[in-house]
């Protein structure tokens, strides 16, 4: 029974992450990337002072610039960056990397117009809390007639959250991580739900569903608060750790380049094989490289529409930097880590690719090295939780049209997804998540073509107004 839901989901996603969704996605990055002349290069120095002044200048908002990045990270940054680019490595080889930073390139462009379309467009509740997203530029943007795209939106939305990024994928990766670490060979196993679990995926289940209950509990604000310290610690912890393997292993970095390229191009598959192993690259890449960063999926907007400040192009300009944190920063490290220690080719699968690559390329002791890695991965998953709780709870805000007694009651069916998450199969997981993310992609992406107008008429006025 579960392997014939398991062949239905993977049809299914195959179905949703085919070529016409791949070459969308692309294709919107690319038209975005030309109407806004390239404005993710032309203005990354800008966008990087925006940062470090974390403005609080506006009126209206709930979080700072800052705070409202470092939300948005907290959610894309998460195992999507450790696990994720390691299943997309196995799967489909090497050059997956190569797609992934491709997409990550034109993503940002995507990434700053779904941005800041959701400044201009957000809203205030009655009880000053903001509401923004893109199920409001949609309805604002586009017109009322449209208002049925962005509840198709806020749908899909809930059930990314619910099930797919925010919990079950989440919950896998901290508890997997672990389990790997404190008991690796299931010495002290438990009998529950008709399988076998070791006594640390419990009792990590129990100690995660905690902590994320303490803190969705509190709201945005608090989230946010835990967001602006973990997120720059944690991902100063893995960038100084995946860099270590890279430092160590400089000689073998030229060959991984090559590898990572000749790949994506299916030059080192068999006589005949190249265009497919072409495809299946760029369909792992691009799909793992948008669950992980999210470009698109109109996940981030959510967050950057509670940023205190009145300029839609200033925000768009700081939360675009999350993309190429996300993708161009983090995933390329844990990629490199793993083509380089050859880790993505010898059977292993999940969070244990990457345990292998930071075993084998760290100075350290196996023990130590894997302690690194568990730490990153319980704070990067936990901070993805809490992200994407926010988030869904924005969108199902939306779809109920503002029934607050239904988000409240949300937040435990949310906080009981994660109480269960780890006792639901890995692979299954990962196909119903890839499946939300797809479906969700596209009213988004429909929305941003459509006020492409709008977004480039804003740069231009901003820019013109010498906003440096």
Request: proline content about 3%; aromatic content about 12%.
């Amino acid at each position: 029974m579960l392997e014939m839901i398991s062949n239905v989901l993977t049809k299914i996603d195959d179905l949703v992450w085919g070529i016409p969704l791949i070459v969308l996605i692309l294709v919107v990055g690319v038209f975005l990337t030309i109407r806004l002349r390239g404005v993710q290069f032309s203005k990354l120095g800008l966008a990087i002072k925006y940062i470090m002044q974390n403005d609080k200048s506006g009126k209206e908002g709930e979080v700072s610039s800052f705070g409202a990045l470092c939300t948005a990270l907290s959610a894309t940054i998460g195992t999507g960056n450790i696990v994720g680019v390691a299943t997309a490595l196995v799967a489909g080889g090497p050059g997956a990397l190569f797609w992934m930073w491709l997409a990550a390139l034109f993503g940002t462009a995507t990434k700053f117009a779904e941005c800041m379309l959701a400044m201009k467009y957000r809203a205030v509740a009655s009880d000053g809390h903001i509401l923004g997203g893109p199920f409001y530029y949609i309805e604002n943007g586009m017109g009322k007639n449209w208002r049925w795209l962005g509840k198709i939106f806020a749908f899909f939305g809930v059930c990314v959250g619910l099930m797919g990024i925010g919990t079950f994928t989440q919950v896998n990766g901290i508890t997997s991580a672990v389990n790997n670490f404190f008991d690796p060979s299931n010495a002290w196993a438990a009998n529950l739900f008709g399988r076998e679990y070791s006594w640390t995926v419990v009792a990590a289940g129990i100690l995660l569903t905690l902590c994320v209950g303490l803190v969705i509990i509190g709201g945005l604000k608090r989230i946010s608060r835990v967001a602006e310290i973990i997120v720059p610690f944690m991902a100063i912890l893995y960038v100084a750790a995946s860099f270590l393997v890279i430092v160590c292993n400089i000689t073998k970095v030229p060959a991984a380049i090559v590898e990572i390229v000749q790949s994506a191009f299916g030059f080192r598959a068999a006589a005949g094989g190249a265009l497919g192993a072409m495809i299946l690259a760029m369909q792992k890449g691009i799909a793992r490289g948008i669950f992980s960063n999210e470009a698109g999926l109109g996940s981030a907007p959510i967050a950057a529409a509670a940023a205190k400040t009145d300029e839609p192009v200033h925000q768009g300009l700081v939360s675009m930097m999350g993309t190429f944190i996300d993708t161009i920063v983090i995933c390329t490290l844990t990629g490199l880590t793993i083509v380089i220690t050859g880790s993505w080719n010898v059977g292993l699968e999940g969070v244990a690719v990457t345990t292998r690559a930071f075993q084998e390329g760290l100075p350290f002791p196996d023990q130590i090295a894997s302690f690194i890695l568990m730490i990153c991965l319980v704070f990067f998953a936990f901070t993805t939780i809490l992200g994407w709780d926010y988030y869904s709870e924005r969108c199902l805000e939306y779809l109920t049209n503002g029934n607050m007694k239904a988000v409240k009651v949300y937040r435990w069916i949310y906080i009981l997804a994660v109480f269960i998450g780890p006792y639901m199969t890995v692979a299954a997981v990962w196909t119903i998540a890839d499946i939300f993310n797809g479906l969700m992609a596209i009213p988004n992406l429909i929305a941003l073509v459509a006020l492409s107008g709008v977004t480039a008429a804003e740069v231009k006025k901003y820019f013109a107004n010498g906003k440096e």
